[in-house]
């Protein structure tokens, strides 16, 4: 059975809330411009899901309403037609989102009349594949949606989740909080909210290794109900010092990290669902996975991957945490000194990206794609010293990973659950381990394409994928 979900910028929400439900207690509508993420098969239940981003609302005027009172509303549909001209120009999907102040808290009768015309309508201009997704507001706020596909079908939605800073998990279906000794110390911590919120979670990890796996252990351990790891690596001697639940054996025998991961999540025992996928992101076998996603760590070394991740933030709102560590030996003065800067870094619209943080390098990440794409071609630039090869191993201690993989978390339950305050959110933190000390360090002044332009925020499926040509 397909499944649909929603995800909106929480100044879309407040917006919706405030043109809907108005102090004059009458209905109100407004139209609502959405992308769409269609995803063949959900990782963890194999069935194809849809996923609508609200990406504009216009609220409709007092002019165009007909008659309305606080139990109907009828609107002329001249602007519905103009916008679906827009719509199809730019790829995107039109609904509407209404609402009854006074209950009931479900689509009437007559909504499924007004929107089976309206859904015919989408049909008839922009074609087929023409959706018409519907979002209803009653007494406090949102209270249900779903989305057309013909005039005679619809799937309810099942969740709605905010982002940009504030991720707020709103649930359709109806059904009881289950209570969880493991998680009780949480609950009383962070409440019965957060643990509920983890438990429907689709969490990313990217990469496997020195961070990806200390950031495995802890949001299992908190509960996370649905786990998609991703990492093409196996285990090697060398990541016996920091690689959780890694044993000799595994590096003997060249076990994948992610068959690692795997068996130390289940071994829990905490009802953890997880998925592991041994390839690079960028491949297609990921894609679904990946945009199934409610919220995605970057524990990669690699930039490519990391400028993958970085559009798909903006592209799909999905929030992506991105960390990274860098340990350097240096001489001073006679003298051997280790520095060591951990990094995380939030993804999403109203924060900066990371290549304008220029914590991902465009250059490097072309050869890496080189590297992976044309390798005969990759050794005889690297002949030429036209790409600059992959270098010497850098240092590492689990310390400082686990320590960086710890800030990413913290990031999250930060968004979810307001420790440090409303005004506590860190976009960018980069904690200087030898000063014990940490930094928020700032962006470009001029955002780019991907982060600083409206356009693509929440716009979902593009052709290529992500615009990324390759
Ligand atoms: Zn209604
Ligand atoms: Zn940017």
């Known amino acids: 059975m397909m499944i649909a979900d929603l995800i909106l910028r929480e100044h879309h929400l407040s917006t919706l809330q405030a043109e809907l439900l108005r102090a004059d207690g009458k209905e109100h509508a407004a139209y609502v411009i959405f992308g769409i993420s269609r995803i063949g098969a959900d990782p963890f239940t194999h069935q194809p899901r849809l996923r609508v981003m609200v990406k504009d609302v216009f609220a ?266 860098a340990l350097r030996v240096t001489e001073r003065h006679g003298l051997t000194c280790l520095e060591a800067d951990g990094r995380a870094t939030v993804l999403e619209p109203g924060c900066a990206c990371l290549l304008c943080r220029r914590i991902v390098d465009a250059g490097v990440a072309a050869e890496e794609a080189l590297r992976r794409n044309d390798p005969v071609e990759y050794e005889r630039r690297k002949v030429e010293a036209y790409v600059r090869g992959e270098g010497n191993p850098s240092p590492a201690v689990i310390s400082f990973t686990t320590s960086v993989a710890t800030m990413a978390v913290e990031e999250m339950i930060q968004r979810m659950n307001r420790f440090r305050g409303v005004d506590g959110d860190i976009a960018n933190r980069v904690r200087k381990f030898n000063m014990a000390e940490d930094f928020r360090p700032g962006a470009k002044k001029e955002p780019c394409r991907v982060c600083g332009s409206d356009r693509v925020h929440g716009i979902g499926d593009v052709q290529p994928f992500l615009g990324r040509a390759g």
């Open 60 to 325: 409709v005027n007092d002019d165009e309403i007909k008659s309305s009172d606080h139990q109907h509303i009828s609107w002329s549909t001249e602007r519905f037609v103009q916008l679906l001209a827009r719509a199809e120009r730019e790829g995107l999907q039109l609904g509407i989102a209404h609402s009854h102040p006074a209950g009931p808290t479900h689509f009437s009768a007559q909504d499924d009349a007004n929107e089976a015309e309206l859904i015919r309508l989408s049909q008839n201009r922009n074609g087929a594949d023409a959706i018409l997704p519907s979002l209803l507001f009653a007494g406090e706020g949102f209270a249900a949606g779903r989305v057309w596909l013909s005039p005679t079908s619809f799937i309810n939605l099942g969740s709605a989740r905010t982002v940009s800073s504030s991720w707020r998990t709103i649930s359709f279906d109806q059904e009881g909080s289950v209570e969880n000794r493991a998680l009780a110390r949480q609950d009383l911590a962070l409440g019965p909210e957060f643990n509920q919120a983890m438990r429907h979670l689709r969490v990313g990890v990217v990469g496997a290794g020195g961070t990806g796996s200390p950031l495995l252990q802890q949001i299992a351990r908190m509960g996370a109900g649905y786990i998609a790891i991703f990492d093409p690596d196996y285990v090697e001697h060398s990541n016996l010092n920091r690689l959780y639940g890694a044993t000799m054996m595994d590096a003997d025998q060249g076990n994948k990290k992610v068959d690692v991961a795997r068996r130390e999540i289940d071994r829990m025992g905490l009802g953890t669902s997880v998925a592991t996928f041994d390839a690079w992101i960028g491949s297609p076998a990921c894609r679904d996975a990946l945009k199934s996603m409610d919220l995605i760590f970057g524990c990669t070394d690699d930039h490519d991957g990391r400028s993958l991740l970085n559009r798909l933030a903006y592209y799909y709102l999905i929030p992506v945490i991105d960390i990274g560590l």
